[in-house]
């Protein structure tokens, strides 16, 4: 085999050696157009595990860099004054000059023919006359341009300015360093890479950069005004550069990552911000996969498709919990009034990443701090303490998210609603909310929605409050209203989710007349008479809802129903006043909500759910939620349920665990108002780090519930918590600790003969 590799970094380099120690027989030819002494940064941070693959596949390599590398635990935030350390954390790295020299030595002992000062010769040239070509040319591939309709790749930038620099000293841990200047708040990440070095990277906004003046200065100019502005974090010494320029992050996806014989690896590929550490990372760990794959597939195309299908979902979660953590640097503004240790534990696990659990595992002592901080009494988790809203006190902060059942005949809940949200609230959740409630018969999304426009319905409501109120004492529950608006006159979800009856349809309406996707029914724009008559539907729903029992109203203003509609400018077309800029898209929403709270017992708490963005271009971003729920808050409003999409058929969302979070962080510290935080949060470990984070005041969970209807109960067991957060019904009290199991461990041998 004849493998030709495209750019001398450390993935390329690593490839070109595993390939050739794997089979002695290969032609390898490297092609790399700066000298080898000539690299960009300075340091390079290595996972334990991307070590372990190392040592496993190359022993020689994993021992040139065990000798070279330094190693520390410590994590360092420094905050208005205040130095916050947290251990247990494990770092490994070494300069990246000496990462390029280990991986040089090895590849010419193997006998891989690099090639330094040399272009490469074009990617087409190279597919006929080479087996393989691998594209190792970084975040600027010209390999990934040239065949751009093929790979199709996205590329974002983003809101920071920042600069590689280095120390000649040796922090004694990872060093985050907060400044705040007149000009905005800036950051420094540092760490050592040798016993006399660190790399030390400083990065601001770009208002923040333009502010202070960094795009008129000089290297050197910016060089010395950085050593001043974080002077104390360097000990007064000096800062020296590498090519040094302020740049902006790029994040690389791509469609494809292969194309006939030609494959991309490391950057060219995939990038992942720097503040998780993972570039380098992620192209060792690519090399690793690749090398494996064409030893294992029996020719070049079922390997590449073998290393695409293994390294795809491992590069989109960590390009998930990098996207995560940039932004969580991009936002820090919004942090810095947060007590010193919860600062610090909301950046350590800015990536999701790093939880609570996990924490506690490397640093029991600094989460300990950290939660009696937060006023945790001893052994609570933060997800089992108290939230006030208005006269309602919550016992704890999980919430039964509202989910539809499409189970209700004629509007009415039956013994099902009984059972499914009865169930629920003895499983131990603060706060149990209905599915939408329905405020009127042509307001129902499907034939089986439940309603509260009838007394018949508030009656069978008043039959599930009450058993929540006497069989569940302490937890409280919540009713959501609203209409379906475009999204109505649909079959059951199991039958077909937002598919149009075959016969019984019932006309609908919307702000606009867009139907909400091909095939969907066109609804009525709403005139001004309508919107009276829907308007006074909403508050008689609300007046049931109160006699009915219920604790908490919500009004859904998300997902493309009918106040959704009038929020986004994707639904919302009209003219008039309940059209155009997002003040007149708010207005009826805001009607709806005044009128609703006027009916509503004062003392009762009122929440709003909304579609923090529609994932779609053009629609509501995340700068209008945070204006759409200051306003919802200035009429009243007690709480945001921040979730996100399902406005328009042609969203793409961006999943993955706690994706929705971001969301309701931004809300809650922008709009200074409670949150209610919903969308793939699966774990008790993920309520207690967003809770202690300061992110959101309650966590909703939905698909949990479904899945577990104890599920709060069972945090609690697992946990070992036994206090006034969550309660056992005595009935059940007998189940409050974890089953036995079988033993899974069996004897150890007791003597080893030879013979």
């Not at 990462?99 to 891989?112: K, P, Y």
């Not at 503004?333 to 947060?338: E, I, K, P, T």
Request: net charge neutral; with cysteine.
């Amino acid at each position: 085999m004849r493998v030709a590799i495209i750019g001398g970094g450390p993935g390329g380099l690593y490839a070109a050696a595993l390939l050739k120690r794997l089979d002695p027989a290969r032609d390898i030819t490297l092609w790399e157009r700066n000298a080898p002494d000539v690299t960009f940064g300075f340091g390079v941070v290595l996972s334990d595990e991307t070590l372990g693959g190392i040592e496993h596949a190359d022993p020689v390599v994993y021992e040139a860099l065990r000798r070279d590398f330094v190693r520390w635990d410590d994590i360092d935030i420094v905050h208005r004054g205040t130095a916050q350390r947290s251990g247990g954390h494990g770092f490994a790295a070494l300069g990246r000059h000496r990462l390029l020299e280990i991986l040089h030595d090895r590849c010419r002992s193997l006998g891989v023919d690099l090639r330094f000062r040399t272009e490469a010769p074009p990617t087409d040239v190279l597919s006929a006359e080479y087996d393989l070509v691998i594209a190792a040319d970084g975040v600027h591939s010209a390999t990934r341009e040239a065949y751009a309709p093929v790979f199709r790749p996205h590329v974002a930038t983003h809101h920071c300015r920042y600069v590689w620099l280095a120390a000649d000293f040796a922090f004694d841990a990872f060093r985050f360093d907060i400044a705040e200047t007149e000009h905005g708040v800036m950051q420094l990440h540092g760490y050592p890479f040798s016993a006399a070095a660190s790399t030390v990277i400083v990065e601001m906004r770009e208002e923040v950069w333009r502010a202070a003046g960094f795009d008129e200065l000089d290297t050197a100019e910016s060089i010395g005004r950085c050593a001043k502005i974080f002077s104390e974090a360097l000990r007064g010494r000096p800062l020296r550069s590498n090519n040094s320029a302020w740049t902006t992050f790029r994040t690389v996806v791509n469609d494809r990552w292969s194309h006939g014989n030609v494959v991309l690896l490391g950057d060219a590929a995939h990038t992942a911000h720097f503040s998780i550490g993972s570039g380098t990372k992620l192209a060792v760990e690519d090399a690793l996969a690749l090398a494996a794959c064409l030893a294992e597939q029996p020719d070049v195309p079922r390997a590449l498709a073998a290393y695409e299908e293994e390294r795809r979902p491992v590069v989109a979660s960590t390009q998930r919990a990098a996207r995560a953590s940039l932004e969580w640097f991009e936002n820090l503004h919004l942090y810095r009034d947060q007590p010193p240790r919860r600062f610090a534990f909301n950046l350590l696990t800015r990536s999701r990443r790093v939880t609570h659990d996990n924490l506690r595992l490397r640093d029991a002592r600094f989460t300990d701090a950290v939660e009696r901080e937060f006023g945790c009494p001893p052994g609570t988790p933060p997800m089992f303490t108290p939230f006030r809203l208005r006269g309602l006190t919550l016992r704890n902060r999980v919430v039964v998210s509202p989910m539809d059942m499409y189970s209700a005949t004629d509007g009415v809940p039956g013994d099902f609603h009984l059972v499914h949200l009865g169930a629920r609230a003895l499983g131990g959740a603060g706060l149990v909310m209905t599915e939408m409630v329905c405020v009127s018969e042509e307001g129902r999304i499907t034939p089986g929605c439940a309603g509260l426009y009838t007394g018949r319905q508030a009656e069978a409501w008043r039959r599930v409050t009450d058993f929540v109120h006497t069989q569940a004492p302490g937890t409280a529950i919540g009713v959501q209203l609203g209409h379906s608006g475009r999204k109505g006159s649909t079959k059951l979800m199991w039958e077909g989710i937002d598919e149009p009856l075959p016969e019984g349809n019932w006309p609908l309406v919307a702000a606009s007349p867009l139907p909400y996707k091909p095939g969907s029914q066109t609804p009525r724009r709403l005139s001004r008479a309508q919107l009276t008559d829907i308007r006074e539907q909403f508050t008689a729903a609300a007046w049931r809802a109160a006699r009915a029992g219920f604790d908490l109203l919500e009004l859904h203003c998300a997902h493309g129903y009918l106040l959704s509609g009038f929020l986004s400018p994707l639904t919302n077309h009209r003219t008039d006043a309940y059209g155009g800029s997002p003040e007149k898209r708010l207005r009826f929403p805001l009607e709806v909500f005044d009128a609703v709270r006027a009916v509503w017992p004062a003392e009762r708490p009122m929440t709003v759910r909304i579609s923090a963005t529609d994932w779609a271009e053009g629609g509501t971003s995340a700068e209008d939620a945070v204006g759409i729920a200051r306003a919802f808050a200035a009429h009243g409003a007690d709480a945001i349920d921040v979730s996100t999409g399902q406005v328009v058929a042609e969203e793409r969302p961006e999943y993955g665990r706690s994706y929705q979070t971001p969301f309701a962080d931004r809300i809650r510290h922008e709009a200074r108002v409670p949150v209610i935080a919903v969308g793939a949060i699966s774990s008790w470990d993920d309520v207690n780090s967003l809770i202690l984070a300061g992110r959101t005041d309650l966590c909703a969970l939905a698909r949990p519930h479904l899945y577990d209807p104890h599920w709060t109960l069972h945090a609690a067991a697992e946990q070992g918590y036994d206090g006034p957060g969550v309660v056992w019904p005595a009935p059940y009290r007998a189940g409050s600790r974890r089953p036995q199991t079988g033993r899974t461990d069996a004897p150890k041998p007791r003597l080893t003969l030879d013979g």
